[in-house]
Every structure is written in structure tokens, then in C-alpha cells.
């Protein structure tokens, strides 16, 4: 989806600046700063242990920072109160649901504590997914209880939607469901949703911001548009006889070469698609541009620091 690219002057929701924190002797976040903005779908991305979850409980006030601040919605992290947690629907892997009750009345118990229950949500959302409402939570598959979770943190239509692995025990074809519904959530004006996921190919379908920690540091905060022009990748095919060892292209930082065939990545190529097509020319190569999948674009930023 194309979103607006963040305006000028404009206020964050969420603001961490020099964050750090300690576990024992682990730095789990490392100086980090960050700013969150409305109306967009951010992709936090990271290997386990890089801090990601780390991170998300500091801007609901689970953490608290060793040093550095951090504010969600002008408040800080440790004076969070019902005002601005009820403006903020989040989703853990791992977290805990009342097993004793059934779905219908764990959604009858949520919901009370929320005046801007979408009943309509609710009832889609349940067909969808194919949820049985007279099921006990205790009894549902890991995907089925992702499911629940997802459905009581999303029908009170939060400003702000926090989903941390939402997705990983969900078969192909609920993920599939669940992307077009986190689609139709962003439509309205204002909204964020930040979703931390390991399942790369999913997340790129939706977000518009990428951000990649590595860590405890924040190795790129930028629209995913721009991180994908910040990679190029290139199939070059000899027209006469085997392809020269050394290429006159650019920034190369891989390479795979084999006689009459080369497959190279650029990073931070400033040519356009003529230009490097003369490139080409020049040592009789015809040259095809391909697109990099998001997981190949996370390895290249991560390796390169």
C-alpha cells in the first residue's frame, strides 16, 4: 500500500530518544532514538534477541528506560495511564488469555471495559476466522488463540496498534486473511500500525516503513520505498564470449559469476536504468533489472554493519 511519506513539523505518536536498557549484562537496547508517526504501517524487523519486543514493551510502560526517555502519545512510558492505554491495542506471541472462558464470553468481558467496541468488527471477524464462539480458550490451537488475541485488540479500534509476532502459529491461508484486515484498518485517518514479524514475505505486503535493529541499535528507520532503491539487483547475460572478471559497475557487494552469466548487487546506485543498460553495452552483456525480496534487503543492511 502507498502511504504519504512523513510531513514535515509533523508530531510523533511515539518518541524514544537515547534509549538504553540493561538486563544483568546485557544491553538489550542500545542508545537508541526513534520517532513513530500517525498513519502509516511500520515493520519492525530483527533476529531474536535484538531487542525488538524489548523495544514495544517500553512504549506501553511494561519497561521502563536504565537512561534515555521515552513518551507514547505526549506521555511518559512510566505515567501511562487508562487514557492513553485505551487508545492502544497490542498483540504479544505469547500472551495470556482467561483459558476457563469461552471466546464469547472473553469478548463479552474485553469489550465492557471499552465504549468503542465495534460490534460489526467483531461479528465479521469471527466469521472469517472461523472461530466458535462457544469454544473455551484453553482448548485452542496456537493459531486459534493468535486469532483471539488479535480480535481484542482490534474491535475497540485503537490509534495505535502494537502486534508483536501476531501471525507466526497462523496457517498460510488465516496470515493471508489477517494481512487484508490490517489493509483495511489503516484506511482510517490517523491510525498506526507497527507489526514485529519474522515472517518477512508477509509484512512486506503491508507496510510502508521499515525498521531493522540489530543489537539493541536501530540499524535503519526509513520508508520502504527508499530502502528498496537504496539495492539494486542485476542479471547480466554475455552477447559474445564470457563476461569480464572485473565489471565496470558501481558500489558491487555481491557477485555471483559463471562464464557468460553474472548476477550483481548494487548498493546506493545513482544510475538510472539507461544509464546502466550502456554499462552494459560496454561489455557486451544485456543486462535485466530484478527486484529484491524484503528478506534479501534485511540481510544486506544487517551484514553491512
Not at 510523533?12 to 549484562?25: D, Y
Not at 511500520?42 to 521502563?64: D, E, F, Q, V
Not at 483471539?148 to 508483536?164: H, N, S
Request: proline residues 5%; charged residues 25%.
Amino acid at each position: 500500500m502507498k502511504k504519504e511519506k512523513i510531513k514535515m513539523n509533523e508530531k510523533p505518536i511515539i518518541s524514544v530518544k537515547g534509549l538504553t536498557k540493561r538486563f544483568g549484562q546485557i544491553r538489550a537496547i542500545d542508545n537508541l532514538s526513534l520517532d513513530i508517526y500517525p498513519g502509516h504501517i511500520y515493520g519492525l524487523m530483527g533476529a531474536n534477541g535484538g531487542g525488538k519486543s524489548s523495544l514495544i514493551r517500553h512504549w506501553i510502560g511494561l519497561y521502563l528506560p536504565d537512561s534515555g526517555t521515552c513518551t507514547t502519545f505526549d506521555v511518559e512510558a512510566k505515567k501511562l495511564g487508562p487514557h492513553e492505554l485505551a487508545r492502544i491495542g497490542y498483540v504479544h506471541q505469547e500472551g495470556k488469555l482467561i483459558d476457563w472462558m469461552s471466546i464469547a464470553k472473553l469478548v463479552r468481558y474485553v469489550a465492557a471495559y471499552y465504549p468503542t467496541w465495534n460490534k460489526d468488527i467483531e461479528e465479521r471477524y469471527i466469521k472469517e476466522f472461523d472461530l466458535d464462539p462457544k469454544a473455551r480458550v484453553g482448548k485452542l490451537s496456537p493459531g486459534q488463540r493468535q486469532m483471539v488475541a488479535v480480535l481484542l485488540a482490534i474491535c475497540f479500534e485503537p490509534e495505535l496498534l502494537i502486534l508483536d509476532e501476531p501471525a507466526a502459529a497462523m496457517d498460510p491461508l488465516a496470515r493471508r486473511k489477517f494481512l487484508e484486515l490490517l489493509m483495511e484498518i489503516i484506511q482510517v485517518d490517523g491510525r498506526t500500525i507497527i507489526i514485529s514479524s519474522h515472517i518477512l514475505t508477509d509484512i512486506e505486503k503491508v507496510i510502508d516503513h521499515a525498521l531493522i535493529m540489530n543489537r539493541g541499535k536501530m540499524l535503519c528507520d526509513k520508508p520502504l520505498d527508499d530502502l528498496r532503491e537504496q539495492y539494486i539487483r542485476l542479471r547480466l547475460t554475455s552477447l559474445n564470449g564470457p563476461i569480464p572478471e572485473k565489471l565496470p559497475f558501481e558500489n558491487i557487494i555481491l557477485k555471483e559469476q559463471n562464464g557468460t552469466k553474472a548476477i550483481i548487487t548494487l548498493a546506493n546506485n545513482m544510475k538510472n536504468h539507461d544509464e546502466l543498460e550502456e554499462i552494459a553495452d560496454s561489455i557486451h552483456c544485456q543486462l535485466e533489472q530484478m527486484p529484491l525480496p524484503l528478506e534479501d534487503i534485511y540481510q544486506l543492511v544487517v551484514e553491512s554493519r
